[in-house]
């Protein structure tokens, strides 16, 4: 049967690339358990590939449809589970490896679930650091597992920094598109569209990371990732726009070496590198054509033109709960944006005016790290429906 692995999020842009890499790995892996949010007819196909023994589904209104009720009969020989508690209960099973993929906060609590029970934690919910790192790592250390980033850029420091001290690496450099707005000018940025905001050019995302990724908040919230995967100051993390997505990431060692990381824009990769290390694996996922890309530029990041970033390595700077409370706001201000109700500049305008609201608890348990999520939300969503 081989390794046992359950991903979180099966039906997202991250979970689909994972079962691409679990395809071409069919002799060693086997599939557990599969959690989706909604998307049933999705669903229902991977379960008849790979042939789950665990089932969850999320969202309530999709389980409670007529179409969730006819996919549990048709699989009878498969155990289903519902809403949150399912998803955390099947988190928290024993597997060789937890794909976490959920996207944002909600992807948290199953994260959290997993530790202790699975041997390895591939991650690529980058919300789970963001607001709980510390709990996180004190929990892998406890447990003796495992954590793989599974983020492209993360990924990549990754593989770039083994072997190397703390002490001898300069300043890592996380590499950002730009985002579908780059070439927009920033007078103009006010009146952009959701669907011109969604239009990436180089990588295939979920909507709400497309949006983040035209903001940088996308990076910014990778900023505090790699600060907590690394155990790196703040300072020694940076952020240069490369539009043709090619360099992964890089790391500068202090005798003014700069290493970089380049492959294909395809999410397949660092999903395979999660899944095999420390092995390295022939693959027929692509290879990078250097003379086909022709040219690779580096731009500095405009903080006029993101100021997403600034807030981030404030929040991750300050700490505590303020990173929660961060990313709740962009969350709410960002579906907001998607729904036609603000304008493409205020998500980050919300976002400002939220942590400016908020007391800030050091040191927070879940509990108090969940309270502030909720109440970032409530302040947030009181700005955009004009009661604040």
Known sequence: ???????????????????????????????????????????????????????????????????????????????????????????????????????????????????????????????????????????????????????????AVFCLTGGLAPAEIERVILTASGGSLRGVPVEELERVTPQQALAHPTWDMGNKITIDSATLMNKGLEVIEAHHLFDLPYEKIDVLVHPESVVHSMVETVDGALYAHMGVTDMVFPVLNALTWPERRGNPFGRLRLEEVGRLTFAACDRKRYPALSLCYEAGRRGGTMPSILNAANEVAVAAFLAGRIPFTDIVKIVEKTMGTQNVLDNPGLGEIVDADRAARDTASGFIGGTM
């Open 1 to 155: 049967m081989g390794r046992t692995i359950s991903i979180l999020g099966s039906t997202g842009s991250i979970g689909e690339s994972t079962l691409r890499v679990v395809r071409f790995l069919s002799k060693e892996f086997s599939v557990y358990g599969l959690a989706c949010g909604g998307n049933i007819d999705l669903l229902e196909r991977q379960i008849r590939e790979f042939g789950p023994a665990v089932v969850s589904v999320g969202s309530p209104d999709a389980a409670a449809s007529a179409e969730y009720r006819e996919l549990v009969k048709k699989f009878p020989g498969v155990e289903f589970l519902e809403g949150e508690e399912g998803t955390i209960e099947l988190a928290g099973r024993s597997v060789d490896v937890l794909v976490s993929a959920i996207v944002g906060a909600a992807g948290l609590k199953p994260t959290l679930a997993s530790l202790g029970k699975a041997k390895r934690l591939a991650l690529a919910n980058k919300e789970t650091l963001v607001m709980a790192g510390d709990i996180v790592k004190r929990g892998l250390a406890a447990s003796g597992g495992e954590m793989i980033p599974v983020d492209s850029e993360h990924s």
